[in-house]
């Protein structure tokens, strides 16, 4: 078996390959630059999507019924609120994100990127396709151009998902 170089993620989730920086599955994902690198399938274990978000932008606050999320902090710096608690993350940093646990960040550096890994015990992850499904391709590793977001589609979408919203986006920063 050969380790190839792939310019998307392999649907073949038992063929290894090798993503190299701004290459996989380019999506423009509420007001950031989402990138598909690992797809769970329906058999898989874990899904992986390499994110990159200006200053400001944060999910809300929200938790995964099933899914357990391991978040690397690739560059930038990001804070991270779980359990009641928040901390904050510079690159190299990795932050655990267990399933049930509502949680949300947000960027601070002037971008940030960070990498997102979810596994599930119960099911094939499937946070990839939730991504997906909210994003629009596009052909290049750009940031988009903000766009107003509808946060009851997000919701709906994230329910079929299991993905529970539980409060709004963060606060917007101050410059």
């Given at each position: 078996?050969?380790?190839?170089?792939?310019?998307?993620?392999?649907?073949?989730?038992?063929?290894?390959y090798v993503l190299q920086r701004d290459?996989?599955?380019?999506?423009?994902?509420?007001?950031?630059?989402?990138?598909?690198?690992?797809?769970?399938?329906?058999?898989?274990?874990?899904?992986?999507?390499?994110?990159?978000?200006?200053?400001?932008?944060?999910?809300?606050?929200?938790?995964?019924?099933?899914?357990?999320?391991?978040?690397?902090?690739?560059?930038?710096?990001?804070?991270?609120?779980?359990?009641?608690?928040?901390?904050?993350?510079?690159?190299?940093?990795?932050?655990?994100?267990?399933?049930?646990?509502?949680?949300?960040?947000?960027?601070?550096?002037?971008?940030?990127?960070?990498?997102?890994?979810?596994?599930?015990?119960?099911?094939?992850?499937?946070?990839?396709?939730?991504?997906?499904?909210?994003?629009?391709?596009?052909?290049?590793?750009?940031?988009?151009?903000?766009?107003?977001?509808?946060?009851?589609?997000?919701?709906?979408?994230?329910?079929?998902?299991d993905i529970e919203i539980l409060g709004?986006?963060?606060?917007?920063?101050?410059?």
């Amino acid at each position: 078996m050969t380790l190839t170089e792939s310019p998307i993620p392999d649907t073949d989730p038992t063929m290894p390959y090798v993503l190299q920086r701004d290459a996989g599955e380019h999506l423009h994902f509420l007001n950031h630059l989402a990138t598909r690198k690992v797809t769970a399938g329906p058999d898989g274990a874990l899904s992986a999507v390499e994110f990159v978000g200006p200053r400001g932008f944060g999910p809300p606050l929200h938790s995964h019924d099933h899914e357990d999320e391991i978040i690397v902090v690739l560059d930038g710096e990001i804070v991270f609120r779980a359990g009641g608690e928040e901390t904050i993350a510079t690159s190299g940093a990795t932050v655990f994100l267990p399933h049930g646990v509502p949680h949300s960040f947000q960027i601070l550096s002037p971008t940030a990127r960070f990498t997102s890994i979810t596994a599930s015990r119960q099911q094939a992850p499937d946070f990839d396709v939730f991504v997906a499904e909210l994003g629009d391709a596009t052909d290049g590793p750009e940031l988009p151009e903000p766009v107003e977001i509808d946060p009851g589609h997000v919701a709906m979408v994230g329910g079929r998902h299991d993905i529970e919203i539980l409060g709004p986006p963060p606060v917007p920063l101050q410059n």
